[in-house]
């Protein structure tokens, strides 16, 4: 996610913002800006890269002297890293100054209709929108300007904003992102986290949604987005300042896990218009979709393992053929591919090196490359033919969670999208789908709630020698990845398999006490897997089950089950990879181990 900072005070703002966004660095970013009011103007200087060359460009804030500043980190969602899509952003004037965390879904027909009006853009974000649309409901009261533009925006923000000819003001606003306001002797902050301002105060504001602060020297006002006014309490943060960086989390991993309601929202949404999926940037016409013959999913890790539930959804839904690779097996097998094949390949990083040479393979061969990352101007989101980007912010802990969710969720978008071009999803269907879809990150949000009933069952297998999980079809898949997860941060052997697959050898390794985990969310494969689960019982496994609500049959056979909500079975590992990430995690932290440092592992593998 991106930094803010800002701050109005007695003191010289510059230095103030800059260490306060260094604070944020862990939020992941890769460019970084500030604008300081200098006593006649706005100056403001912004740069592609680490803070440090900010540093440098203004000499730690010495060049850029004056009482009232905002700065920002960027993690690039609109328009690759640079010192243009760098924010601040500000009108043509530079009269009014903003800065930008979240994703303003409606920013292309805005600005459409700022352009009619003459306005003019020099940059591809969201967020030069913003500032040219607070320009043109500009009438010298920032406050009205500030509701009329809420008003018309749809989608998430996190906003600091500063008016040349109200220098003794800053303003905030609030929707999704989260954004907090300091109040101390020394003068008012704005943050999008705790740790930018910890030093000077411990009393803040958490702004609720589509709430405005207007910051004075000494003093907070806070509004409503309409304008009329309302008392805030202060609260007191008692965490030290390294807490402070995981939002009090002990672990980024875990606060990851529970940023995937936000990012499978912040994926889907923006490309639902009126209940029509809208995928800019897929670099495919309809023709060109109508005319795929087969699909060739390419990626390492996880990354992988979301390809291997696309097979299931894409073959299953649309019965497209949907070849799955690990990377460095795709690149080294002299890969079949027809003219009319697409290739899609799935990275957080958008980094790792097998994945990069498959599309590189892809490309040499005749074929489109469709890649879906997270990292914005990754090499690549660079060196594919288009790319669908996850909207999941900056993943720091080394397991992903929160990108493996969004990875899902751009699969069931471009496999309703193939459905309806190709006439294969009638209305009802994708109706009903579109139902389930947006469901999701509320659903996932329910299933977070059964984090100490997980977590008391995890210390139980901190022990744990070997862990099986067993899955059919997608629930194969979500086995993969659940089995993934626990070995990597718990360093508990476990394998995930094919349920049918155990009898043929495997199955000789439970012995009385080995853990099962099956999964057994797809209605058409339930009794096949709940004979399995019958299998592994008669040799003594302890099985937890995850099966959906309602499915009380399976409590007969499985020693422990976690429910999920019910959905679409092409859906069911959005939400059956919840339980089992808190699994892994819980027993990773039973260890005491570093959960988000896993011993041999690197969060991106830019090596073969
Ligand atoms: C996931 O928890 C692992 N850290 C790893 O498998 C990862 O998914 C894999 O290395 C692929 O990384 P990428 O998505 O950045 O390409």
Known sequence: MCGIVGYIGKKQAAPIVLEGLSKL??????????????????????????????????????????????????????????????????????????????????????????????????????????????????SGNPLQAITKVLHRVEGSYALGIMFADHPDELYAARKESPLIVGHSDEGCFIASDVPAILKYTRSVYYLDNQEIAMLKADQVSFFTVDEESIEKKPVTIDWDANAAEKAGYEFFMLKEIYEEPKTVTDTIS????????????????????KAISRIHIVACGSAYHTGVTAKYVIEGMLRIPVEVDVASEFRYRDPILSKNDLVIVVSQSG????????????????LKVLAIVNVVGSSIAREADSVFYTWAGPEISVATTKAYSAQLAAFYLLA?????????????????????????PDQIELLLGQKEKIQHFANRYVAAKDVFFI??????????????????????????????????????????????????????????????????????????????????????????VLYIPHTDPFFANSLAIIPLQLFAYYVSVGKGYDVDHPRNLAKSVTVE
């Open 25 to 138: 660095e862990y939020r992941g970013y890769d460019s970084a800006g500030i604008a300081v009011y200098d006593g006649e103007k706005i100056v403001t200087k912004k740069a592609a890269g680490r803070l440090a060359v900010l540093e440098n460009l203004t000499h730690s804030g010495e060049n850029m002297p004056g009482f009232s500043g905002i700065g920002h980190t960027r993690w690039a969602t609109h328009g690759a890293p640079s010192d243009l899509n760098a924010h601040p952003h500000t009108n043509k004037e530079g009269t009014i100054v903003v800065v930008h965390n979240g994703i303003i879904e409606n920013y292309m027909s805005l600005k459409t209709k700022l352009t009619d009006k003459g306005y003019s853009f020099a940059s591809e974000t969201d967020t030069e929108v913003l500032a040219q649309l607070l320009d043109y409901y500009y």
């Open 471 to 560: 899955g059919r079809g997608i629930d194969y898949a979500i086995g993969l990845e659940g089995s993934l997860k626990l070995k990597e941060i718990s360093y508990i052997h476990s394998e995930a398999y094919a349920a049918g697959e155990l009898k043929h050898g495997t199955i000789s390794l439970i012995e009385p006490g080995t853990l099962v985990v099956a999964v057994a969310t797809q209605p058409e494969l339930f009794a096949k897997t709940l004979s399995n689960i019958k299998e592994v019982k008669a040799r003594g496994a302890f099985v937890m089950a995850v099966a959906e609500r309602g499915r009380k049959e399976i409590e007969k056979e499985a020693d422990y």
């Open 270 to 289: 923006p490309r639902i218009r009126d209940g029509k999926i809208e995928i800019e940037g897929l670099g495919l016409t309809d023709e060109e979709l």
């Open 416 to 440: 309703m999208k193939l459905g309806r071009v190709r006439g294969v999803i009638d209305d009802k269907r994708y109706s009903e789908l579109m139902d389930y879809l947006c469901a999701l």
């Open 351 to 366: 980094e790792t090196a097998d994945t990069l040479e498959a599309v590189r393979e892809s490309k040499a061969k005749g």
